[in-house]
């Protein structure tokens, strides 16, 4: 349900909205709990089924992107230039994180109305190591994945679900990310829960970057959760899922 922050957002289309939906609605899926919330008084079932993804299209990729393959640290950032990303909390967790690490490079990978104010910070901060490769095309983009070591997130709010942490734990990749709603809700009670830090607390996230920068091992550890737990969300199991609960609205209404 994509829509529901902005119907919320404007209370009339919200109530007219749902004077049309009560007629309509046999049911509601959403990706999360809180894309539930507008449709609670709602008569019918109502059931999360989280987004799925191609597992294999990121699990198998081997090609690396050969520019960034000299055996530096990347860090890898994936997502829309704007404010909710969060992006300029990460180039603040960088820059800590270059002046103790000589051998780190932050990749980025997205494009947007703050790029250009991004990439003015960066040099203004004197950031050597970091790399705006803008829109890269659905065919390349697992090669990023690929050769990353660390994948960050560092969306403040908005996030509803989380299919970006799902394609870098795909390709098997840890993942460190600022705690919002959505991200919190997807790694609730799951070894990856321990690499969310307070939204906005850049310092908090060069912390926890630089634990996985300083132990391979515990890369490898979560890299290899992050693979198992991805299979939970392919998309065959996701669409068995939807079938079975269009089954039950249809066994409901007849």
Known sequence: IKGSRFLRTFPVLLYIFNKIMERQIDGAIGVAPLNLEIFKDYPGPKVVIPNGIDIERFSQSSTKVEKFNDGKLNLLFVGRLEKRKGLIYLLKSFQILSEKYGNLRLIIVGQGKLKKN??????????????????????????????????????????????????????????????NDGYKNFLAGKKGQDFLVPPKDYQALAEKIETLIQSQSLRKEMGEWGKVEAKKYAWPKIADQVLAFYQLCQKIKH
């Open 118 to 179: 991004c990439q003015n910070w960066a040099e203004k901060n004197n950031l050597k190591e970091v790399y705006f490769e803008g829109q890269v095309t659905d065919n390349k983009l697992p090669s990023y994945f690929a050769g990353a070591d660390i994948f960050v997130s560092p969306a403040t709010f908005g996030e509803s679900f989380g299919v970006v942490l799902l394609e870098a734990m795909a390709a098997g990749l840890p993942a460190v990310a600022f705690a």
